[in-house]
C-alpha cells in the first residue's frame, strides 16, 4: 500500500513541474497553485467539491496527459484571452494529403491559413457530414467525409494545391 501524501493547500513558485506515475493523479481539492510556468505529466485532475475549490493560475501551462475537470470552465479575461486557442498549430498539407479523426462524432472547424483565413464548420455524425458553413471561397478548406474503418471522419485536401490548415475539434461521441 502506497503511502498518504499529504495535499498541497497553496503553492506559490515560479514554476511547479509535477511527474506522476501511471495510474497516480495529482488532485488539487480546495487548493491554490500559483505560477508563471507549470508542466504537468500525465494526469491533472481539478475536482472541486460544493464547499471547496480548486484553482489553478499560471501563465503559461503545458500539460502532456489528460486533463479532467468536474464543473465548468470559464474565461474571464478581456478580448485577447480565449478559452482554447488553435492558431499556432497549421500543418502544410500536400493536395491529396488526408488527416483522420478516428473514433468520433462532433463538430470540426478547418481554418485555411493561406487563403486569409477562410474557416469552414462541419457536423460529423450519423455516419453522415455536413458542412454548415464557411467564412470564404466555397471548398477553399477541403472536405470530410464518413469513414467506417476508422469509425469517424477523414478530411481530405482536394483543394489542388498544398495548404496550411489548423483543425480544432469538439467530439461529442467516441464513434461515428
Do not use: K
Not at 55 to 81: A, E, I, K, V
Amino acid at each position: 500500500m502506497a503511502a498518504r501524501q499529504t495535499p498541497i493547500t497553496y503553492l506559490n513558485v515560479s514554476a511547479v513541474n509535477i511527474s506522476t506515475t501511471t495510474g497516480q493523479q495529482f488532485s488539487s481539492y480546495n487548493s491554490s497553485i500559483t505560477t508563471s510556468n507549470l508542466v504537468i505529466n500525465n494526469t491533472l485532475t481539478l475536482q472541486p467539491t460544493t464547499s471547496r475549490s480548486a484553482n489553478l493560475y499560471s501563465t503559461s501551462m503545458n500539460l502532456y496527459g489528460d486533463f479532467t475537470l468536474y464543473g465548468t470552465m470559464q474565461n474571464r479575461g478581456d478580448t485577447t484571452t480565449y478559452i482554447a486557442d488553435r492558431s499556432s498549430t497549421a500543418l502544410s498539407y500536400a493536395n491529396g494529403a488526408t488527416v483522420n479523426f478516428s473514433n468520433f462524432s462532433g463538430l470540426i472547424i478547418v481554418n485555411n491559413t493561406n487563403l486569409t483565413g477562410i474557416v469552414q464548420l462541419w457536423l460529423c455524425g450519423g455516419g453522415s457530414t455536413t458542412a454548415i458553413g464557411a467564412s470564404g471561397l466555397s471548398g477553399g478548406t477541403g472536405t470530410i467525409t464518413h469513414n467506417a474503418g476508422i469509425a469517424g471522419y477523414t478530411w481530405s485536401n482536394n483543394t489542388g494545391t498544398a495548404q496550411n490548415i489548423s483543425f480544432a475539434a469538439i467530439r461529442t461521441r467516441a464513434e461515428a
